[in-house]
Every structure is written in C-alpha cells, then in structure tokens.
C-alpha cells in the first residue's frame, strides 16, 4: 500500500510502498477515507517533538471504513464508518484501569509511536476504533479526533458549568473547537482574545465576544467587559508564558485557568492576590480520553460542534503535498484544517 512516511528528523516526507499491516485478533485493519494534517506533525517533522523510531507514517486523525477485524472483536464490524482514538493504551496498568490512558506507561500515540493514517490503512487495536455516525462526514470525523476532543478535555478538567462565563485565548483549531464546545454546554458569555483581524471578525460570528490583543491589555479588556469580575473559566490554546499569566490574571473568584497550550517557558504568579485570595486554580490538561468521545460525537452529530466547508482543505495522499501543507503550518495557525481525502469514493 502507499505511505508517506517520517524517514529521518528535519527531512521531507517521503512516499513509501509499504506491506498491508497484519492484523492480531484484538486489531482492526481500517481503510483511510479521512486523516487530518495537524501541526504537531510539523513538530515530528522538524523534530520540536521527538520521535525515536523511524521512520514512522504519521497521521493521528484518522477516520475510515473497518476492511478486516481481529477475531476475538465484537464491538466493530467489516465495512463500519469508524475514527480512531489516537492513544493506544496498555488496558491493565494503574492509570488504564481507571480510565486515565494517557498517563500509561506503555501507551503508544498513533502517528508517533506507531504507524498512523498517512496510507491507506491503519492498523490499531479495536478499542481505539470507534463507531463514527453516518451524519458526521469521514473528514469531520477524523479532525474532531484531535483538537476538538483536547478542547473538550480542556473544559471538562476547568469543571466549566452552565451559566459560567469563559475566556478563550487563541483563536486556531482549538479555539474555534472550544468556542462552540463551551457554548453547547450553555456557557454564559465567551470572551476570546486574539490579534489577527479576520479572526476577530470571525469569532463575532460565533456569537462570542472579540478581545483584541493589540488594543490594550486583554486582562483589563475582560474585566471591564465583565463589571470588574473576571470569568469564571480560562483556557489558554496558545503556548506562551505571558498569556498564562493573562489567562490566570482574568480569572474572577473560584475561577479555573485550564492550560493547554505548550511551553518551555516558565511563568510568574502573586499567589496571594492570584490564586490564594480568589481561591483560584490552574490546572493542566494533556490530551483526551477515550470516555470523552461519545459525549464528542454527539456534540458533532446533532450540530453544535460544525466545521464548515469553508474550514476544511482537501489534499491526496502525496508526500510533496502533505509537506507543502506541513511547511505552510509552520507559519499560521488558522483555522483551516486540512484534510488527506482517502482513495474510494464513499
Ligand atoms: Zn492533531
Ligand atoms: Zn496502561
């Protein structure tokens, strides 16, 4: 089958001919009809992320249609709509017992740590192949596997409740995920703070209220625009210590700043006026768990988590390309996904 594939740190893809994946009796060969191109494949690529054991096929948003099942599974069967759960858990350790997988000592990421979606199959094992319903396109499917599950993650972990008010910083994947997520669970007012003009415009259309970055302090902006209260959940997508700060700053009492975005750079904080005196908390989040996903899905499936055409790119599985779309990641963060359409037209 046709690959592309992460030979060596700092190199282009290359396009590989590689054997169909055997499959053990707990596994599921899916025929790739969507995986979505994210920037962490960037970050493999250049080697910002490291990845030991190349070369790899990356790809970890991957949706498709079930072409062989192990025989000891049940839950999928051949020729099912699926999406695949990108971590790949033990099942028995502490953590994987308790529904935590992503702290598995042995887990393995698809796409990293393990072939993933650049092909045309994947091979995972069957708990991580999940039944994708027929109203969700194949391409809405694989991105939502992603990012929008990490902005769920993220809310979940802030506790965000109905009625509480919400500061997005970044506007990208997760922010656009995040923005309609908080708003499906009956959020009160979103503040979203960016500085790229089309995505200020943008986010007035998602009924949400625009913090422009470059128009002064983004911190003093959400407090005027609350009555001097700060909101009650913050959620930094952007990875730098000085909108940390900004996220844990805005915070009202009992406030909840979930971080998310990722950095090498330490941050400062006045526990006492920050955190201790408005029983305030920072949480961290880190990927997503497979007891999210159904919750996902149905956000997607009845409408309040969309991803319009207009958001959606579409590229054949072709290494010059996929690292035409990885080189142009580098430098933005839209919200425009690209999407590796798969090769039968279903
Ligand atoms: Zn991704
Ligand atoms: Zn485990």
Do not use: W
């Not at 995040?178 to 003009?197: I, K, S």
């Not at 995505?199 to 422009?212: H, M, P, R, T, W």
């Not at 996220?247 to 700043?257: E, F, I, N, T």
């Amino acid at each position: 089958m046709r690959a592309v594939r992460l030979v060596q740190v700092g190199k282009q893809l290359e396009d590989a001919d590689v054997p169909i994946p055997e499959t053990g009796p707990a596994d599921v060969l899916i025929r790739v009809e969507a995986a979505g191109i994210c920037h962490s494949d960037a970050h493999y690529r250049t080697g910002i992320s490291k990845i030991d054991n190349l070369p790899v096929t990356l790809g970890h948003e991957v949706a498709g249609r079930v072409e062989r099942v192990g025989k000891d599974v049940g839950h999928v069967a051949i020729g099912e709509r699926v999406c695949v759960h990108y971590l790949v858990q033990c099942g028995r350790c502490e953590f994987c017992t308790r529904g935590l997988e992503q702290f598995c000592r042995s887990g393995q990421m698809i796409g990293k740590h393990r072939d993933g979606g650049y092909a045309e199959f994947i091979m995972v094992p069957a708990r991580n192949a999940f039944s994708l319903p027929d109203e969700i396109p194949f391409e809405v499917g694989a991105v939502m596997m992603c990012s929008s599950a990490t902005a769920l993650h993220a809310l979940n972990k802030a506790r965000l409740k109905p009625g509480e008010c919400v500061a997005i910083f970044g506007f990208g994947g997760l922010g656009f995920s995040a923005l309609q997520l908080a708003q499906a669970f009956d959020c009160g007012q979103v503040y979203v703070v960016e500085m790229n003009p089309a995505k200020l415009a943008s986010i007035k259309n998602f009924g949400a209220v625009a913090i422009d970055a470059k128009a002064g302090n983004p911190v003093e902006q959400i407090r005027e625009a609350t009555g001097g209260k700060g909101v009650d959940v913050s959620l930094e997508l952007i990875g730098s210590a000085a909108t940390m700060r900004q996220a844990v700053q805005c915070l009202g009492a009992l406030g909840r700043a979930a971080l998310v975005g990722l950095t090498a750079e330490s941050m400062s904080i006045f526990p006492y006026a920050e955190l201790i005196n408005k029983e305030a908390e920072i949480v961290g989040v880190s990927d997503h768990l497979a007891t999210e996903l159904a919750a996902l899905m149905e956000f997607v499936r009845s409408g309040r988590l969309r991803f319009p055409q207009s958001t959606l790119h579409f590229v054949h599985l072709d290494a010059e390309t996929i690292n035409a779309v990885l080189d142009s990641l580098e430098t933005s963060t839209d919200q425009i996904r690209t999407v590796i359409r798969g090769t039968s037209d279903t």
